[in-house]
C-alpha cells in the first residue's frame, strides 16, 4: 500500500488506534494531519517528527462545529487538499439503557455520530474541488452485537455504519468512497488503564477474553492496518463497506 504524497486526516489521533494509524500512514508515504481535543496529539506528532515524517497536528473537539472548520482549514492551508479522511474520534461512556445518563447519551452523540457526519460534509467540500478522496469511519462491531452496558455506544456506532453506506450513495458521482471498519476490543493504552485500575484486573482481563474466540484483543497495529486498506488504491473498488475485525466475536 502506497499513500506517497497523499494528505491524510486523522481524528481521534492523540493515542490508541489513531496514533497507530498516523504512523502507519506517514511510514508509507503519506502527510498527516493529527487531531485530538487534547494536548495528546503533541505527542503523536513528536512521534512522527522524530521519525522525519511530514505531519501537523490540530487540536479540535470533533463534537463543535466551530473547531471542525477550524481544523478541516489548517489541513487545506498546509497541505492544500485532503485525500483521505479517517473518522475516528469517540468517546466510549459506560451505561445500560437504564442508568445512562441524558448527559452521557448527549455526549456520546456529539462525538460519535455528530462529529463523523461533520467532519465529513466539510471534508467532502474539499475532496470534491479537488476531484475525489476516500473516508473511513471507525465503527465497532458493537454495532451488531449487542453489548451489555454500552447502550448509547452501541447506538451510536450503528448510526455511524449506516451513515458510512449513506455518504457512499450520496458520493458515488464525486469519485468519493467511503468504507467502514469496524474493531473488536482492542488492547489500547485506555482498555490497558481500564484492566489495570480495575478492583480485580485479572477477572476484569478475564472478561474481556471470555467474549473473544480467539482469546485475545486485537493490536492497535491489527485495526490500523485495515483502516489503511480501506483506505488504499488496491481496494479502490470497495465502496459502502464494512470490514468487522474483531478476532470472532461476531461469529
Known sequence: MDFTNKV??????????????AIQFAQNGAKVIVNSRSKRGEETLKILKEQGFDAIFVQADVSKLADIKKMVQA???AYGRIDILVNNAAVVLPGTIETTTEED???????NVQGTFLVSKYVVKEMKKQGGGVIVNVGSVAAEKGHKNRSAYSASKGAVLALTKSIAMDCLDDNIRVN???????????VQAKIDNAEHPEAMLAMYLARQPMNRLAKSSEIAHTIL??????????????????GGLSI
Open 8 to 21: 491524510v486526516l486523522i481524528t481521534g489521533s492523540g493515542a490508541g488506534i489513531g496514533r497507530e494509524t
Open 75 to 77: 489541513a487545506i492551508d
Open 105 to 111: 447519551l448527549l455526549e456520546t452523540l456529539l462525538v
Open 180 to 190: 467502514c471498519v469496524s474493531p473488536g476490543t482492542t488492547i489500547t493504552e485506555g
Open 229 to 246: 486498506f480501506a483506505a488504499c488504491e488496491e481496494a479502490a473498488f470497495m465502496n459502502g463497506s464494512n470490514i468487522t475485525i474483531d
